[in-house]
Protein backbone atom coordinates (compact mmCIF):
# COMPACT_ATOMS: atom_id res chain seq x y z
CA UNK A 1 0.00 0.00 0.00
CA UNK A 2 1.55 3.69 -1.14
CA UNK A 3 0.11 6.79 0.94
CA UNK A 4 -1.96 8.75 -0.52
CA UNK A 5 -2.59 12.54 0.66
CA UNK A 6 -3.11 11.48 4.32
CA UNK A 7 -4.69 8.05 5.45
CA UNK A 8 -6.05 7.04 1.83
CA UNK A 9 -3.60 4.41 0.55
CA UNK A 10 -3.24 2.82 -3.16
CA UNK A 11 -3.27 -1.13 -3.46
CA UNK A 12 0.14 -1.56 -4.60
CA UNK A 13 -1.19 -3.01 -7.90
CA UNK A 14 -2.72 -0.18 -8.53
CA UNK A 15 0.49 2.04 -8.63
CA UNK A 16 1.49 1.09 -12.00
CA UNK A 17 -1.70 2.00 -13.85
CA UNK A 18 -1.68 5.18 -11.81
CA UNK A 19 1.76 6.03 -12.65
CA UNK A 20 1.28 5.21 -16.55
CA UNK A 21 -1.87 7.28 -16.68
CA UNK A 22 -0.37 10.51 -14.65
CA UNK A 23 2.74 10.12 -17.15
CA UNK A 24 0.26 10.28 -20.39
CA UNK A 25 -1.56 13.14 -18.67
CA UNK A 26 1.63 15.02 -18.12
CA UNK A 27 2.84 14.40 -21.78
CA UNK A 28 0.00 15.44 -23.09
CA UNK A 29 0.05 18.85 -21.23
CA UNK A 30 3.66 19.25 -22.35
CA UNK A 31 2.80 18.71 -25.74
CA UNK A 32 -0.31 21.40 -25.55
CA UNK A 33 2.55 23.90 -24.02
CA UNK A 34 5.18 22.98 -26.81
CA UNK A 35 2.50 23.84 -29.66
CA UNK A 36 1.87 26.74 -27.99
CA UNK A 37 4.91 27.92 -27.58
CA UNK A 38 6.42 27.20 -31.30
CA UNK A 39 2.98 27.68 -32.98
CA UNK A 40 2.92 31.11 -35.12
CA UNK A 41 3.07 34.65 -34.09
CA UNK A 42 2.31 37.98 -35.27
CA UNK A 43 3.82 41.07 -33.39
CA UNK A 44 1.49 44.15 -33.57
CA UNK A 45 4.13 46.94 -32.45
CA UNK A 46 2.69 50.29 -31.66
CA UNK A 47 4.24 53.03 -34.11
CA UNK A 48 2.14 55.95 -33.46
CA UNK A 49 3.44 59.51 -32.61
CA UNK A 50 3.25 58.60 -28.58
CA UNK A 51 6.33 56.77 -28.77
CA UNK A 52 8.45 59.53 -29.67
CA UNK A 53 6.81 61.68 -26.35
CA UNK A 54 9.29 62.42 -23.70
CA UNK A 55 10.03 64.65 -20.61
CA UNK A 56 6.64 66.18 -19.24
CA UNK A 57 5.04 62.35 -18.97
CA UNK A 58 7.90 61.51 -16.38
CA UNK A 59 10.05 59.47 -19.53
CA UNK A 60 13.77 60.61 -19.73
CA UNK A 61 13.95 59.36 -23.64
CA UNK A 62 11.53 58.72 -26.20
CA UNK A 63 10.15 55.25 -25.83
CA UNK A 64 11.00 54.21 -29.21
CA UNK A 65 14.84 54.38 -27.92
CA UNK A 66 14.07 51.50 -25.32
CA UNK A 67 11.96 49.45 -27.50
CA UNK A 68 14.50 48.70 -29.87
CA UNK A 69 16.83 47.67 -27.39
CA UNK A 70 14.60 45.27 -26.19
CA UNK A 71 13.50 44.09 -29.45
CA UNK A 72 17.17 43.82 -30.45
CA UNK A 73 17.87 41.41 -27.63
CA UNK A 74 15.10 39.56 -27.17
CA UNK A 75 13.81 38.81 -31.01
CA UNK A 76 16.96 36.70 -32.24
CA UNK A 77 16.55 34.07 -29.60
CA UNK A 78 12.27 33.45 -29.36
CA UNK A 79 12.52 33.73 -33.88
CA UNK A 80 14.47 30.50 -33.34
CA UNK A 81 11.96 28.41 -32.41
CA UNK A 82 9.10 29.94 -33.81
CA UNK A 83 7.61 31.61 -37.22
CA UNK A 84 7.28 35.40 -36.50
CA UNK A 85 5.33 38.25 -38.86
CA UNK A 86 5.08 41.72 -38.04
CA UNK A 87 2.26 44.23 -38.15
CA UNK A 88 3.28 48.55 -37.25
CA UNK A 89 0.24 50.57 -36.58
CA UNK A 90 0.46 54.02 -36.20
CA UNK A 91 2.77 56.10 -39.34
CA UNK A 92 2.47 56.04 -42.75
CA UNK A 93 -1.77 56.34 -43.26
CA UNK A 94 -3.70 58.88 -45.49
CA UNK A 95 -4.81 60.37 -42.06
CA UNK A 96 -3.58 60.04 -38.25
CA UNK A 97 -6.04 56.66 -38.63
CA UNK A 98 -5.27 54.84 -41.29
CA UNK A 99 -1.23 54.06 -40.95
CA UNK A 100 -1.47 50.15 -40.26
CA UNK A 101 1.31 48.49 -42.10
CA UNK A 102 1.63 44.42 -42.47
CA UNK A 103 5.05 44.15 -42.89
CA UNK A 104 4.83 40.50 -43.59
CA UNK A 105 3.41 37.33 -42.25
CA UNK A 106 4.67 34.39 -39.95
CA UNK A 107 7.98 33.42 -41.65
CA UNK A 108 11.41 31.46 -40.59
CA UNK A 109 14.10 33.85 -38.90
CA UNK A 110 12.12 37.01 -38.51
CA UNK A 111 14.98 38.15 -36.73
CA UNK A 112 16.65 40.47 -38.93
CA UNK A 113 13.73 41.34 -40.51
CA UNK A 114 11.70 42.53 -37.52
CA UNK A 115 15.19 44.50 -35.69
CA UNK A 116 15.32 46.66 -39.37
CA UNK A 117 11.90 47.32 -39.14
CA UNK A 118 11.69 48.51 -35.81
CA UNK A 119 14.95 50.26 -36.23
CA UNK A 120 13.76 52.75 -38.87
CA UNK A 121 10.53 53.13 -37.35
CA UNK A 122 9.76 56.94 -37.10
CA UNK A 123 6.67 57.29 -34.63
CA UNK A 124 3.68 58.98 -35.96
CA UNK A 125 0.05 59.07 -36.57
CA UNK A 126 -2.82 57.76 -34.18
CA UNK A 127 -3.24 54.33 -32.26
CA UNK A 128 -5.57 52.24 -34.04
CA UNK A 129 -4.84 49.32 -32.27
CA UNK A 130 -8.36 47.57 -32.46
CA UNK A 131 -8.01 47.10 -36.11
CA UNK A 132 -4.22 46.47 -36.12
CA UNK A 133 -5.09 43.62 -34.28
CA UNK A 134 -7.92 42.62 -36.33
CA UNK A 135 -5.45 42.69 -38.77
CA UNK A 136 -2.92 40.41 -37.32
CA UNK A 137 -5.44 37.88 -36.66
CA UNK A 138 -6.91 37.86 -40.07
CA UNK A 139 -3.41 37.24 -40.97
CA UNK A 140 -2.72 34.34 -38.41
CA UNK A 141 -6.20 32.61 -39.37
CA UNK A 142 -5.15 32.85 -43.55
CA UNK A 143 -1.31 31.79 -42.95
CA UNK A 144 -1.80 29.11 -40.70
CA UNK A 145 -5.47 28.76 -39.01
CA UNK A 146 -4.08 29.55 -35.21
CA UNK A 147 -1.65 31.03 -33.64
CA UNK A 148 -0.42 34.22 -30.95
CA UNK A 149 -0.52 37.88 -31.21
CA UNK A 150 1.61 39.76 -29.16
CA UNK A 151 0.47 43.53 -28.96
CA UNK A 152 3.17 45.88 -27.76
CA UNK A 153 1.05 49.35 -26.80
CA UNK A 154 2.03 52.65 -24.76
CA UNK A 155 -1.19 53.27 -24.41
CA UNK A 156 -4.74 53.87 -25.54
CA UNK A 157 -7.37 52.99 -28.80
CA UNK A 158 -7.48 56.56 -30.03
CA UNK A 159 -9.02 55.73 -33.24
CA UNK A 160 -12.47 54.59 -32.15
CA UNK A 161 -11.65 51.35 -32.35
CA UNK A 162 -13.45 48.75 -29.58
CA UNK A 163 -10.76 46.20 -28.25
CA UNK A 164 -12.67 44.86 -26.01
CA UNK A 165 -15.48 44.02 -28.91
CA UNK A 166 -12.79 42.55 -30.97
CA UNK A 167 -11.71 39.88 -27.69
CA UNK A 168 -15.17 38.98 -27.55
CA UNK A 169 -14.98 37.94 -31.37
CA UNK A 170 -11.78 36.53 -31.27
CA UNK A 171 -12.38 34.44 -28.08
CA UNK A 172 -13.13 30.70 -28.62
CA UNK A 173 -10.88 30.70 -31.69
CA UNK A 174 -7.32 29.06 -32.13
CA UNK A 175 -5.95 32.72 -31.56
CA UNK A 176 -4.70 34.23 -28.12
CA UNK A 177 -3.75 37.44 -27.99
CA UNK A 178 -0.97 38.73 -25.26
CA UNK A 179 -0.55 42.70 -24.35
CA UNK A 180 2.23 44.17 -23.49
CA UNK A 181 1.63 47.67 -21.71
CA UNK A 182 4.80 49.80 -22.58
CA UNK A 183 5.35 53.19 -20.11
CA UNK A 184 1.69 53.09 -20.35
CA UNK A 185 0.95 56.43 -18.55
CA UNK A 186 -2.58 58.15 -17.90
CA UNK A 187 -4.97 60.89 -18.32
CA UNK A 188 -3.21 63.89 -15.83
CA UNK A 189 -0.02 64.43 -14.92
CA UNK A 190 0.59 66.22 -11.41
CA UNK A 191 3.95 66.32 -9.93
CA UNK A 192 2.21 65.82 -6.37
CA UNK A 193 0.87 63.08 -7.07
CA UNK A 194 2.49 60.78 -10.03
CA UNK A 195 0.96 57.06 -8.49
CA UNK A 196 -2.04 56.78 -10.66
CA UNK A 197 -0.66 58.61 -14.15
CA UNK A 198 2.53 56.19 -13.95
CA UNK A 199 0.77 53.14 -12.53
CA UNK A 200 -2.05 53.40 -15.57
CA UNK A 201 -2.76 50.26 -17.80
CA UNK A 202 -3.82 50.12 -21.10
CA UNK A 203 -7.77 49.54 -22.39
CA UNK A 204 -6.58 46.83 -24.42
CA UNK A 205 -5.95 44.20 -21.36
CA UNK A 206 -9.31 42.99 -22.29
CA UNK A 207 -7.77 41.79 -25.31
CA UNK A 208 -5.81 39.14 -23.18
CA UNK A 209 -7.77 38.57 -20.70
CA UNK A 210 -10.39 37.46 -23.10
CA UNK A 211 -8.62 35.42 -24.95
CA UNK A 212 -6.56 33.59 -22.74
CA UNK A 213 -3.34 35.46 -23.08
CA UNK A 214 -0.99 37.38 -20.57
CA UNK A 215 -1.27 40.99 -19.85
CA UNK A 216 2.14 42.48 -19.07
CA UNK A 217 2.67 46.35 -17.84
CA UNK A 218 6.17 46.80 -18.18
CA UNK A 219 8.59 49.99 -17.84
CA UNK A 220 12.06 49.08 -18.23
CA UNK A 221 14.45 47.54 -21.55
CA UNK A 222 14.75 44.89 -19.22
CA UNK A 223 11.36 44.32 -18.39
CA UNK A 224 10.17 44.49 -22.18
CA UNK A 225 13.03 42.14 -22.65
CA UNK A 226 11.41 39.73 -20.13
CA UNK A 227 7.71 40.24 -21.75
CA UNK A 228 9.11 39.42 -24.97
CA UNK A 229 10.44 36.33 -24.01
CA UNK A 230 7.42 35.53 -21.67
CA UNK A 231 4.99 35.76 -24.32
CA UNK A 232 7.18 34.55 -27.69
CA UNK A 233 10.19 32.66 -26.24
CA UNK A 234 8.46 30.14 -23.30
CA UNK A 235 9.70 27.11 -24.53
CA UNK A 236 13.60 28.52 -24.68
CA UNK A 237 16.08 28.66 -21.67
CA UNK A 238 17.61 32.08 -21.48
Not at 51 to 68: T, V
Not at 178 to 190: A, C, D, L, M, T
Amino acid sequence: MIPIDGDYTLPLEKTGVATAAFLIATTACLDADEQACTNDAMIVFDGSGSMAEMGFNDIDEPRIFDARRAVAKAIPDVALNRRIGLLIYGPGGADGCSGIDLRFPPIPNAAPRVLEAVDTLEPAGETPLTVAVGEAAKTLKETSGAGSIVLVTDGKETCGGQPCQLATAIAGSNVIIHVIGFKVRGEYFSWEDQSDYGQAETVSRCLAETTGGLYLNTETVDELIAAFRKTLGCNTLF
